[in-house]
Every structure is written in structure tokens, then in C-alpha cells.
């Protein structure tokens, strides 16, 4: 029956969520931190991805423009991943997998911070994205899954990264979106009391 379907999806995700917070708790508080520090600096928040990692760095610049949980100020933050036009100008000049590392050259600047997600760790556009910021100085945080492949090889001592447990797409998918939620819970908690 469908039923049984359903509990182990449910028990799936609920076991990886329990596993990433007992392993990489710590972690997401340092990204919150950093995070807060970007912003208190007049630095802004860039997040990409791909597929539904891009969905997921709309979300999150979304709940920072506009609110989280409390009422307060908008926080600057741009999800790399919305204007089609500069995409499809750089994918078709240039390379696809230059779509957010040019955007990252022209707006990135210290202290601002890329929020930088791939479920794989094998996006060649987020590989060319984190060495963008890092030519910008920006901060990276990434968040991954599976062993962090590339992704995780690109980041240098100071960036930090948010690996999920697991190798399921859903799983580390579901676990990011906890991880963003977090992470704005975090900011709106340090620099409002929200």
C-alpha cells in the first residue's frame, strides 16, 4: 500500500535531518555568524544553484528582501539565478557554466557572502562561481551533499561548508531548505531579537 511509501519517505527524511544537525550543527551557526557579519558591514547576500538548488536560492534571498518569520527591515540579498537574460546572454557568449560567475565579477565585492548550493558537489557553474568570490574576496558558504565533490575541493580554509549526509537528492534537498530556514532564523534572531 501507498501508506508504507509515504512512512519511509517521511522516516528517510526525518533520520538525514537528525543526522546533518548532529554533525554539522556547529557549522551552521558559524554560517549564520558570518552571515550577520556580511550584513552589518553593508555586504549582501548572492545565492545560486541549478535546477531545484536554484529554487532554492530564490527562496532564501526571498526571505531576506522581504521577511522570515518577524516583521523587520529588508536585507540586501541577490539570487543569481533569476535575471534570463544576463543567463542566457552569458550560456550563449560565453559558457553555461559561466552564468553566475560573471554576475558574481560584476555586483561581488568584500564583505559580501555567496550562499552557494549543490546537492552533487559536481556543478562546474558553482565550482566557477565560488573561484568568482573568491577573486572578489567574498565569503562562500556551500551547501552539499553526497562527499561535497568538487564543490567542497573548491573552498578555501576561511569558506564553510554545509554538507548533508546523504546521497538521496530529496533527502539533501529537504535537509537544505531546513538548513536555509536556520540560517534565517539565525540572522533575523541576531541582529533584530526576532
Known amino acids: 500500500m501507498s501508506i508504507s511509501r509515504i512512512e519511509t519517505i517521511f522516516t528517510n527524511s526525518i533520520a538525514v535531518k537528525q543526522k546533518t544537525f548532529d554533525s554539522i550543527a556547529e557549522q551552521i551557526a558559524r554560517a549564520g555568524d ?26 532564501f534571498t526571498s526571505e531576506l528582501i522581504n521577511r522570515f518569520e518577524a516583521e523587520r527591515p529588508a ?27 560573471r554576475q558574481i565579477h560584476a555586483l561581488g ?3 559580501d557572502v555567496l550562499l552557494a548550493i549543490s546537492t552533487s558537489g559536481q556543478s562546474n557553474s558553482i565550482v566557477q562561481a565560488i573561484e568568482a568570490a573568491h577573486e572578489r574576496d567574498m565569503s562562500v558558504i556551500a551547501l ?21 549526509p546523504a546521497e538521496q537528492t530529496a533527502r539533501i534537498q529537504e535537509t537544505h531548505i531546513t538548513i536555509i530556514h536556520a540560517l534565517c532564523d539565525l540572522i533575523d534572531h541576531q541582529l533584530f531579537g526576532a
Open 144 to 164: 552539499t551533499g553526497k562527499d561535497g565533490g568538487r564543490v567542497a575541493q573548491s573552498l578555501s580554509a576561511d569558506d564553510i561548508e554545509l554538507r548533508v
Open 109 to 111: 565585492r568584500e564583505p
Open 34 to 59: 558570518k552571515m550577520v557579519q556580511s550584513l552589518l558591514n553593508e555586504g549582501k547576500i548572492m545565492a545560486c544553484g541549478n535546477g531545484g538548488s536554484a529554487a532554492d536560492s530564490q527562496h
Open 75 to 101: 536585507l540586501p540579498a541577490i539570487a543569481l539565478t533569476t535575471d534570463s537574460s544576463a543567463i542566457t546572454s552569458i550560456a550563449n557568449d560565453y559558457h553555461y557554466d559561466d552564468i553566475f560567475a
